[in-house]
């Protein structure tokens, strides 16, 4: 483990000086980690200081404006499909079609990271506390049960990288133990998860990035003069 100081884990992901800007305008700069094979990150940082923003640019939805990711020391530019294939990203919204059940929410999960998982679906939806819901239509389920949909994912995925921006929100507490159980379950098998919680979280060897220690570069502005 990277923490444990005596074994060297497998290097997954590099940031190497990113800076991420909403609108032109910098949240962040000069971000740089290396991040391993069984380690627990949390991106620190106050409201609007570029969490989401910083996990969105990590799960290709957004690009940096500066600065580089690689994925197994690859340019994630130069291995897409591979590192698409590797990742599991659970945003600020659930991700669910409210249309559709529990079930076939999972089942288009499944199709779309084809080859990425195997895995028993009705299995994972009792996992996350939902059995007895998997054929309810979605838009009929409460809001900490419409999270649960989406973090049963947690339970059929075989990626290593999980990305996951604030996956405790609107859950109860014995919701946040089991899925603090299966995020410590993933690290230990080699995982590498990475999130974002404004509440705390109770996993050991928690590795914190703060986004305030890479404050924006300002550009000098040129006056105008009169
Ligand atoms: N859709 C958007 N369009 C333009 N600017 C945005 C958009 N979403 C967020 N921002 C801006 O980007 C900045 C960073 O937002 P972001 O959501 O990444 O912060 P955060 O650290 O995750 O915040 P929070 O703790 O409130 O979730 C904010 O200051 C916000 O004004």
């Not at 060297?8 to 094979?37: I, K, M, V, W, Y």
């Not at 929100?169 to 690290?187: C, M, S």
Request: aromatic share 6%; charged share 20%; net charge negative.
């Amino acid at each position: 483990m990277a923490n444990g100081g005596t074994i060297l884990a497998e290097l997954l992901l590099t940031l190497e000086n990113l800076t991420c800007e909403r609108d032109e305008r910098p949240l962040f700069s000069g971000l740089t980690a290396q991040l391993h094979a069984g380690e627990r990150v949390q991106i620190l940082g106050p409201n609007g200081s570029g969490k989401t923003t910083l996990l969105r640019t990590l799960a290709g939805i957004g690009v940096p404006a500066q600065g580089r990711i690689e994925w197994r020391g690859t340019p994630v530019s130069a291995c897409r499909w591979a590192f698409r294939q590797s990742l599991l990203y659970i945003g600020h919204a659930p991700g669910i079609k409210a249309a559709l059940t529990p079930l076939e929410n999972l089942a288009w999960y499944r199709a779309l990271s084809a080859g990425s998982q195997q895995g028993d679906m009705v299995a994972a939806l009792e996992r996350v506390g939902l059995a007895g819901y998997e054929d309810i239509p979605c838009y009929q389920l409460s809001a900490g049960q419409l999270r649960r949909v989406a973090l049963a994912r947690l339970y059929l995925s075989r990626a290593p990288l999980w990305i996951l921006d604030e996956p405790f929100t609107a859950i109860d507490q014995k919701g946040v133990a089991d899925l603090e159980q299966q995020l410590q379950h993933h690290t230990r098998e080699g995982g590498l998860v990475i999130l974002t919680s404004h509440q705390e979280v109770r996993l050991p060897e928690l590795r914190p990035l703060n986004l305030l220690d890479y404050p924006p570069r300002v550009e000098e502005e040129v006056g105008d003069e009169y």
